[in-house]
């Protein structure tokens, strides 16, 4: 069977186009002239045609396809291999893109006239969280049905709108009226997004983004200011309680270790979800990492600290933001108070060496 380029073209469906390009890269060229002087497909020529579309269908390039084609098997099976891991990232943006519309059409149905800025925006938010989220953080992300269905981002709104405009008004972070603010965002994030981890994830995605940072309204000099009153609420509910000069060293020492706290908080709470006792050494070590910013937080004085427990029992609303909870702080202190019992009795009985119990964590898998 011999075939000029317009039968071929004819029969296979591709155009003669194609064709010519293939013939220009070497890909496929006639082998037989006719007397006449055309150029004509064989057999063999055709089933090679065969194999191109077929390797197309793999969406390699020409270039991989004359390649391979000129190759053996262990490069066709390198190819598949390489197809079937493109395939399966398909797969896996195709299931990610379809969490996405599910969580839009549930957000779309509990809203009568949703802002298609809103929706827009919040699938941008969407496309970037995996950037900073594993597919772990994102399936605990769903549980939290405020953050998941839109609600946090509606009720921070408003919220966001007046702390824009004390920031405009050049209204200092201490002042009432944006406690009162800073208050509500604390309590807002604290209920729809209680795992420090994720919180501190999306805290970062904040300051990172400034895609998310313009449909959010809060950049970066918002953050700074929300933490720096988020600090003066607290400082004011310790000043009920303590005189001033018992206060001096909170302020500077937050502010210094503002980023350890959050660190420790998601450490405390992986060895809460893990089952880890506040004996394992582990524990122990960010325990006394607690300990030392506390202390620091009151001047090393130990009768200052002894009143700030009394503090937290009487006032929940220090709990409130920045990832503490009160589950967090029981595990600390009960964790304190081993450290202190051990302290006091290696201190009572000279022949006693503090001892903590030999546990060992390599059998432990933490969450991530």
């Not at 004819?10 to 064709?19: A, D, F, K, P, S």
């Not at 969407?126 to 981002?153: C, N, T």
């Not at 909870?325 to 009795?345: F, H, M, N, P």
């Amino acid at each position: 069977m011999l075939l000029k380029i317009g039968e071929l073209a004819q029969r296979t469906g591709i155009t003669v186009r194609t064709l010519h390009h293939y013939d220009k890269l070497g890909l496929l060229t006639p082998s037989v002239r006719s007397e006449a002087g055309y150029r004509l497909y064989n057999r063999h020529d055709i089933a090679r045609l065969h194999r191109v579309q077929a390797l197309r269908r793999l969406d390699l390039s020409l270039q991989e396809i004359a390649e391979l084609i000129q190759g053996d098997t262990a490069d066709l099976r390198g190819v598949i291999s390489q197809q079937i891991l493109s395939l399966e990232e398909q797969i896996k943006q195709s299931q990610e893109l379809r969490e996405r519309l599910l969580e839009l059409d549930e957000q779309l149905q509990q809203h009568d006239q949703p802002n298609m800025d809103y929706w827009l925006s919040t699938l941008e938010m969407m496309s970037l969280r995996s950037k900073y989220f594993s597919p772990e953080d994102i399936a605990l992300w769903r549980q939290h049905k405020d953050v998941s269905s839109g609600k946090m981002d509606m009720a921070m709104q408003p919220i966001v709108a007046q702390i824009r405009e004390f920031m405009d008004a050049k209204i200092p972070p201490s002042a009432p009226q944006v406690l009162v603010q800073v208050q509500k965002w604390l309590e807002t994030v604290h209920q729809s997004v209680p795992n420090p981890r994720l919180l501190k994830k999306f805290a970062d995605m904040h300051r990172d983004e400034p895609s998310i940072q313009a449909m959010s309204g809060v950049d970066n000099a918002m953050m700074d200011y929300i933490n720096v009153a988020a600090i003066e609420i607290r400082y004011q509910i310790y000043r009920r309680y303590l005189s001033e000069e018992e206060c001096q060293y909170f302020r500077p020492s937050f502010m210094r270790n503002m980023d350890n706290w959050t660190e420790l908080f998601i450490d405390l709470k992986k060895f809460i979800d893990a089952g880890v006792e506040v004996t394992d050494p582990i524990a122990l070590k960010r325990i006394q990492d607690w300990r030392a910013m506390f202390l620091d937080a009151w001047g090393n004085r130990v009768e200052t600290v002894q009143k700030i427990r009394q503090i937290h029992e009487k006032e929940p609303r220090l709990t409130i933001g920045g990832g503490l909870s009160q589950e967090v702080l029981d595990y600390a202190g009960k964790g304190i108070r081993y450290i202190e019992s051990q302290s006091s009795t290696a201190s009572t009985s000279p022949k006693t060496a503090e001892t903590i119990p030999k546990k060992s964590l390599k059998k432990k898998t933490l969450p991530q």
